[in-house]
């Protein structure tokens, strides 16, 4: 596949669409010059996301399904492995045009349509800038604790919150740390993440030391066998573990334009991801599984939350630096990967009126209300009903993006006329009814096991067979959209391909 540079998009072209409705300047795209990720701002862009408290945890919840921990680990690599490819031909057209993927979404679905997958896209970054946002204040209130010596067991819920007025305080506190830091940014974010990764890394291995050193060896959860009786049985755990593992990053391979329109190259964003992504996750959800093991010896009990493992260390000055350094590495998560995209997202709504900085506000604002507390009280509604349930959505759109990108239009996209509401992709009314009957198909197939899953209907109310491919949500939804769409294309016509040379 040739993977080539466009040309770029001088000022005179984007004055003559500066005035319309679908632009602003954080919309625009970035020039030439601008671009300066190079693959190891890439690299480190994805280091210091992936070392986070979800990534520690998620081969527990894997192994709390029945899984050992090879089982687990392998799980979680190739789960990232599969992400990775969709993730870097998605990342194409941002460095090629340097878009941003609403922008991009608009020669797929239309210049008005692009807001329908858009917000389903920023609203799932909602939730997890909630979930993260949740994580990272009670790391915050675990020190406020050892400072001012109050016992968190002794809490008292608020009622319809179900948490107390201590832990909901934390929580808003660290939601003004990420919204501090969007504020100022990409160029912060860009300096936060290149900050953050070496030091999160150095801390995992700290983690690892820790762990052989008081367990005198990597603890007894490395012998535990699985606890499947049938090969059936561990092949729909593995199915829907994979399947939520590739729904892990599903949000950021629609998204990653959004960054990937900063990259020198293609080659910067490709090596850069590969480099990143897949081995950092198996290696932090690693050190969670061995580091968990240790605290079987050591306490007597599997301790899987880190925040409640650092909160029983001897050394109070440890204790706090363990959770300030928690704390940085959700910030740091938590902000590029679920405030960035959002935040573009609810600015293609309206450019006019909603800039990247509103728009992160409203993204912020989101996140506060969807008590992101209820999604992690156990594995199954964690795993099978947030992860999988938003795979199942977010893999008919990443199908169309890549089938009309890479086969309809074959890598050629007319930048401004991504601008113009009555231009080449305002379709019908600015919808593509090609597009959206493909979303609609690809989504169809999981609806079933969707809603036995979060209990709107009765497992026996629905053929076997809708449950089982609900494990493989994002695969199916990914196959069926992208067939259905470019059978809907062929029947349209083949799009007209400019054949003027491509500047180098």
Known sequence: ????????????????????????????????????????????????????????????????????????????????????????????????????????????????????????????????????TWIGGLAIYTVAALIFGFDPAEKVNLPILGISAGELLCFLIFWVMNIAVILRGMNCIKWLENLSAPFLLAIGVGLLYWAYQVADGFGPLLEQEDNFKTRGEFFDAFAAGLTAMVGFWATLSLNIPDFSRFARSQRDQIIGQTLGLPLTMAFYSGIGVIVTSATLVVYGEAIWNPVELMARFDSPALVIFALITLSVATLSTNIAANIVSPANDFSNLWPRRINFRRGAMIAGAVGLCIFPWKILENADRYIDGWMIGYSALLGPIGGIMIADYFIHRRQRIKVLELYKPEGEYSYTKGFSITAFTALAIGIFPNAPGFLVKVSILAEEDVPAIFLSIYNFAWFTGFIVAFCAYLAGKSISGPVRIDPTPINQ
Do not use: H
């Not at 190891?40 to 862009?45: P, S």
């Not at 799980?75 to 194409?92: D, E, H, K, Q, S």
């Open 1 to 132: 596949m040739e993977l080539i540079e466009k040309s770029d998009t001088t000022a005179e072209d984007l004055a003559t669409v500066r005035e319309s409705a679908l632009f602003n300047q954080d919309l625009a795209p970035i020039r030439r010059e601008d671009r300066t990720w190079t693959q190891w701002n890439i690299a480190a862009l994805w280091v210091a996301m992936s070392v986070s408290i979800p990534t520690y945890t998620l081969a527990s919840g894997l192994m709390a399904q029945g899984m050992n921990w090879k089982q687990a680990i392998f799980t979680v690599f190739l789960g990232n492995l599969i992400v990775l490819i969709p993730m870097t031909l998605n990342a194409c057209p941002g460095t090629a045009y340097g878009i941003p993927f609403p922008v991009l979404l608009r020669s797929s679905f239309g210049v008005w349509g692009s807001n329908i997958p858009a917000i389903m896209r920023g609203l799932v970054a909602c939730g997890w800038f909630g979930i993260q």
